[in-house]
């Protein structure tokens, strides 16, 4: 099955949305047909404990924390991936950024 567009999926707190949009469309990751800049985000909570070897951005080591994100989601042609990757490690504050990549399937279904 082939695929050429993705969906990246990125938990992230809301002070940093507006400049990883930037980045990621100044690279191209944000077009969709003749629009850029395309990205939904939704408020989230999340829960995470950092471990003895952790530096968290938030939170302390050994408890469970809570607290609100963001989850952002952009379509991205699959050739933008990694440049994608890089830009979000670049700019997200967390040393472990929770992030999904999941293969968009509409190109093969138009086929059929």
């Known amino acids: 099955m082939q695929f050429s567009e993705v ?11 507006e400049i990883l949009r930037d980045e990621l469309n100044r690279i191209g990751a944000c077009k969709t047909g003749k629009y850029d800049h ?3 985000y939704s408020s989230v909570k999340g829960y995470w404990r950092p471990l003895d ?3 968290p951005f938030n939170g302390e080591i050994g408890q ?3 607290g609100q994100e963001c ?8 050739d933008f991936v990694k440049d994608a990757l890089e830009v979000i ?5 967390y040393e472990t950024p929770m992030i999904y990549i999941i293969p968009i399937l509409n190109d093969y279904f138009n086929q059929i």
Not at 10 to 15: D, H, N, Y
Not at 71 to 78: A, D, G, P, V
Not at 89 to 93: A, G, V
């Open 71 to 78: 989850k952002i989601e952009i379509k991205c042609k699959q």
């Open 64 to 66: 469970i924390c809570e």
């Open 7 to 17: 969906k990246i999926e990125v938990f992230i707190p809301e002070e940093y949305i």
């Open 53 to 55: 070897d952790a530096a």
């Open 38 to 40: 395309c990205l939904s």
């Open 89 to 93: 490690n670049e700019i997200h504050p």
